[in-house]
């Protein structure tokens, strides 16, 4: 599986910004897709992940102002992130994995290049 994300940029705190990730592969409306995220120095972290049969999950310090969403149509996964905090900036990259629901971040299979969001205070 190949996975481009886009729409990262800069956005002061309050606003808001959409992630898409378009994903190729016949096998992307079966797998998880997540999104996770990376500061200078940091590993990388769980932010959200959706999957046809366990649903979505969301790591708790952006519970109720991201939101994830798939068209399986289109091949893509959407990040809707709102209330952007400047806790938010980071490297945001889209992955992949087989099954389940899981946060860490070595039991994905495939990685997006990442896409800078920078919320500034």
């Known amino acids: 599986v190949q996975l481009v994300e886009s729409g990262g940029g800069l956005v002061q705190t309050g606003g808001s910004l959409t992630l898409s990730c378009v994903a190729s592969g016949p096998t992307f409306t079966t797998y998880t897709m997540g999104w996770f995220r990376q500061t200078p120095g940091k590993n990388r972290e769980f932010v959200a992940a959706t999957n046809w049969f366990f649903g979505s999950s969301y790591e708790e310090s952006v519970k109720g102002r991201f939101t994830i969403s798939r068209d399986n149509a289109k091949n893509t996964v959407e990040l809707q992130m709102n209330e952007l905090k400047p806790e938010d900036t980071g490297v945001y990259y889209c992955?992949?994995?087989?099954?389940?629901?899981?946060?860490?971040?070595?039991?994905?299979?495939?990685w997006g290049q990442g896409t800078q969001v920078t919320v500034s205070s």
């Open positions: 992955a992949t994995r087989k099954s389940g629901l899981g946060p860490a971040a070595p039991e994905y299979d495939s």
